[in-house]
């Protein structure tokens, strides 16, 4: 649990003249569960998408620095983002399965990478959704249109989806916030239990939920982190005073 | 002591003017009344053309009309059989709709996801403005671009042929032609808004998995645009169906067997050089030959939304 697996080196990021990422550095580690909080708009999507190289779409952005996964700089232009996303999975804001039935979304990425033989997929395709803590519910209407799930169970099969391209690190954007409040503990046992074999980056604006989850605390503030460190103590002993104000609701 | 003013018109009770309510009713009166009047075209329209177009089918017998190749309507013993002009309409708009859907699809693709502004920005009214340019139009420019050069293939293809009948380049080939491109502009406008109607949640889940800019596109875009996708194909075989004038310019227009380098006659361009002087049987075989397009058209159309819509349903 030592180990680091991303290590972010003076990232800066750019939104034409608008400075959405400040000098940040940050050492994630390995199976670990990170937690980015902050008020909103001071860049943990931003930064959360520099992992995976999603900022890449954005038209006029421009990113310094390095995020180095296990040791190799993603943004050496030899890296082929593909690859990069293969190794480094996703989970948005607002579940967004593919309008297909819930096999084909949890086999898309599979099949993306070649993965043809259908015994192969359906064991791929069982091993994510139980992962996922979705198996139980789903297994007698994998042919059934994802869209009919509800959110909560949308959202646990996007993580399904992502897992069953086999990541390393899982990036998890505000995965809750959609979601009601027994769907939201579902997936707070899930980020538990997936640090066990995946390196997971969350967004929370759920303080509780960081601290409920998380191993480790990074504290964003217009671009910038504030304070980083382990979440047991970032919670009970902030350094910062800004941390302080942030974390007991006295700030804006 | 003073009451309360409340800032609610009259506040205190439920029980207003219900000003709305003879709107509302006169809306519904309106809204029903235009509803009839689509159904009563249609059901007129049917009417109309069953009562014209059955006379000459017991006349003449239906198989004889629906199985006989030969068509001479003003010879001294009259032939009626419209089969080769049944299949020049299915080959023909058949092959205008395999060269132009592909070619449509493909050019929405690149204007809702690859093209930048710029190019889509000059591209995107040019596509519109083909769709506003009357069918004749198409057909004039065919005779004077198209048949020169499709002549100049056949004289090239035949040039050893001792029994080749020589078409002028107006033949089957060139009417597919001009249905493809006539049917571009509406299959590339009605695709190209279903493609850019899918959310970018999508894309951006399919791109974060690892997928490639153009799996993105096949795999994701395209699935998730698919009943908007049918409708444009739809929309499209429908005019490529029903389209008269261009084929009657550039076709040559004598029935023949559906061959590439043959002068054609569709069932339109039947009814459309012919009614003019047509009378007695002929002219009810031409209304005749209308009723086939109908029930050729409404056959269609069923076996497309069946077939594609379904497919477009993730089961
Ligand atoms: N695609 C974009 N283009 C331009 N500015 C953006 C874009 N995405 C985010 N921003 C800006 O970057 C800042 C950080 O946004 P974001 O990372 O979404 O914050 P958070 O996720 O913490 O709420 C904000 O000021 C926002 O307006
Ligand atoms: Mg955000």
Known sequence: MEKSKLLVKDLNLY??????????EMEIRDKAVTALIGPSGCG??????????????????????????????????????????????????????????????????????????????????????KGAAIFEEVKDRLKKPALGLSGGQQQRLCIARALAVRPEVLLMDEPTSALDPISTSKVEELMEALKKSYTVVVVTHNMQQAARVSDDTAFFLLGAVVEFGPTAALFSRPRDKRTEDYITGRFG | MKAEKSILPGAGSLIGKKSGAAAERAAQIVFTACASFAILAVASITLYLVLSGTPAIFQVGLKEILFSTVWAPTAAQPR??????????????GLAILLGVPVGILTAVFLAEV????????????VELL????????????????NPAMYRLERWLFRDSATHQFTGGANLLSAVIVLAIMILPTVINISETAIRAVPPSIKAASLALGGSRIQTIFKSILPAAKSGIVTAVVLGVGRAIGEAMAITLVSG?????????RSVRFLTTAIVSEMGYSSGTHRQMLFTIGLVLFVFIMVINLILTRVLKKGGQTP
């Open chain 1, 15 to 24: 939104y034409g003249a608008n400075r959405a990422l400040k000098d940040v």
């Open chain 1, 44 to 129: 943990k999507s931003t930064f959360l998408k520099c992992i995976n190289r999603m900022n890449d779409l954005v038209e006029n952005v421009r990113i310094r620095g390095q995020v180095l996964l296990d040791g190799e700089n993603i943004y050496d232009r030899r890296v082929d983002t593909t690859l990069l996303r293969k190794k480094v999975g996703m989970v948005f804001q607002q579940p967004n399965p593919f309008p297909m039935s819930i096999y084909d979304n949890v086999a898309y990425g599979p099949r993306l990478h070649g993965v043809k033989a259908k015994q192969e997929l359906d064991s791929i395709v069982e091993e994510a959704l």
């Open chain 2, 80 to 93: 009626y059989g419209i089969l080769y002009v049944i299949l020049t309409s299915v080959v023909g708009t």
């Open chain 2, 115 to 126: 093209a930048d502004e710029r190019v889509a920005a000059v591209v995107k009214p040019a």
């Open chain 2, 131 to 146: 769709a506003g340019i009357p069918s004749v139009i198409y057909g004039l420019l065919g005779i004077y671009l198209l």
């Open chain 2, 253 to 261: 227009s004598s029935v023949n067997a559906p061959l590439p380098f």
